[in-house]
Nanobody, 127 residues
Framework: EVQLQASGGGLVQTGGSLRLACAAS????????IGWVRQAPGKEREGVSC????????YYADSVSGRFTISSNNAKNTVYLQMNSLEPEDTAVYYC????????????????????WGQGTLVTVSS
């Protein structure tokens, strides 16, 4: 059974930092793009960042590039998203997603039944 356990959301002021974690278990395919997708009220879903389970290739949406850093601890099967210089526009529910694809632009655009979601974690950035 595949499980993605997300944690680390919370309330922070503008300019602050948070770190999200996604602990994965049960993934069996050769390669996944594992990362974070966010959903804010009234906005389209956005693939924020991913990292390849195969070669560590990373991707960042333009909206977070330079502020967010994704990393993985293979020994713990955990992916982290360090979020710095947070802005009110970053307020959203963040979902961990393991997608059977190469990590890159288009991450989370075509999620299928072969992909896995974790539960959401709320990030609120106050102005």
């Amino acid at each position: 059974e595949v499980q993605l356990q997300a944690s680390g959301g919370g309330l922070v002021q503008t300019g602050g930092s948070l770190r999200l974690a996604c602990a994965a278990s049960g993934l069996t395919a050769d390669e996944y793009a594992i990362g974070w997708v966010r959903q804010a009220p009234g906005k389209e879903r956005e693939g924020v960042s991913c990292i390849s389970s195969k070669d560590g290739r990373t991707y960042y949406a333009d909206s977070v590039s330079g502020r967010f850093t994704i990393s993985s601890n293979n020994a713990k099967n955990t992916v982290y998203l360090q979020m710095n210089s947070l802005e009110p526009e970053d307020t959203a529910v963040y979902y961990c997603l393991a997608e059977r694809t190469r990590c890159g632009p288009g991450y989370s655009d075509y999620v299928s039944e072969d992909d896995y979601w974790g539960q959401g974690t709320l990030v609120t950035v106050s102005s």
